[in-house]
């Protein structure tokens, strides 16, 4: 028997051939070595993420790593089964489905570069969010016609834009690997659907709060949530997260951290955050009370009626759901325009627009600053406060009692008038 011999290669040929020196070669092959796999990049691009992105990327993110079978774009029923680790997936024979399927193959192991991080990818991954979206919404909205509720929208366009953003911040965070290009920014977002949110009109507001107050398995916690909503204008996470350490008794000041964990404050009434204080301690315990050793200010404000055996429930965001729901199915009017809890930051700002003006509206919302231009016609903090305390019928610091604190002042420091 012969021996098996290894071929020669002449390296030096090989890299005149190819334009490279020993030294440039070596660097390749090391930086090679040192770009991640898409598991190792995935995962450690999301641990650094703020826990709401984590939320919302997570999971288009794992579908790249993990792959995800057969999905079709017709709605037949055996596609519609949601079952097992990956629901939607297509199980029909017919020539609709066959011929639609996307297949996302698993790239765990590959190591990212431009190869792997493609248009192609994002396309196919957006394609499938799009996809799994509308037959998740086609089943969703089953349910809800089981309980009276009107159907919401299922066309899978907020997938299909969130999956594409999750890939354009991916690649960016790989640029080093990927030569600089970031081939999610040629896939183009879909375009939104206008959306028709009308504020409610004053006796709709009135029927709301009266059906809040009246009905339900604890009124005490939805009426305050309401009115937290009507006077802040919060959105749902700023409601369920708020702490009573956010809570400014002296200073009538509210601070919110819903959106971008920013502190944004809001002017409010005493006996608002009275109630809230009461509240807190009445169900939270001591830890709540700022008047006690045993006080906490990261403690939460908001809290459920406490259990059987007396243990203590934060609120959490399933509670809007239920005042949703509840409003929907027992409001003529609000079925049709699947009312919730936003529906009362969009009407106090629309009142705020037609009694005082636009940049009272803009103040209320807390929305940033859109051209310089908006500098000259701003709504100051204390400017809100008198919108608010005159549209609420409430006195706060910043407006009431300014002559009596400005003789205070005065005599505090020995001027006379």
Known sequence: MSERTTPHVDLSALLAESGLTEAELLEQLTAQSRRPTVADHVGAYLKVQTAGTRRGYATHLNRLVSGYGAVCDQTCELCLGDDGDQPFTCRCTCRACLTSQIRIEPRSNDVV????????VVQQLAAVAKRLA?????????????????????DGIGAEENAIAALRSLFDSALSHTDGTNAAHTAKKPRRNTRERRPMQEFELLELCHLTSTSGNDTFLDELIVDFGIATGSRREGVHLLTVGQLH????????????KRRQPAPVSRELIDRLIDHAVQRGGQVCNPDTDQYRPDSKAFYYQPTANGQVRPLTSRRFDNLSQRWQTSLPWAGDEQL????LRHTMAAYLES?????????????ADGSATDGYGICTFDELARAMSDLLGFE???VHGINKRRQETLDRFGISD
């Open 340 to 343: 919730g809890f936003h529906h």
């Open 113 to 120: 570069g431009t190869s792997i991080y493609t248009t192609e």
């Open 134 to 154: 509308i037959k998740r919404g086609i089943v969703h909205n089953r349910v809800r016609a089981t309980k009276g509720l009107p159907a919401k929208s299922a």
């Open 396 to 398: 706060h610091p910043l």
């Open 355 to 367: 009694h005082f003006g636009p940049q009272y509206k803009k103040r209320y919302l807390r929305h």
């Open 249 to 260: 008794r002296d200073t009538q000041i509210i601070d919110l951290f819903d959106k971008y």
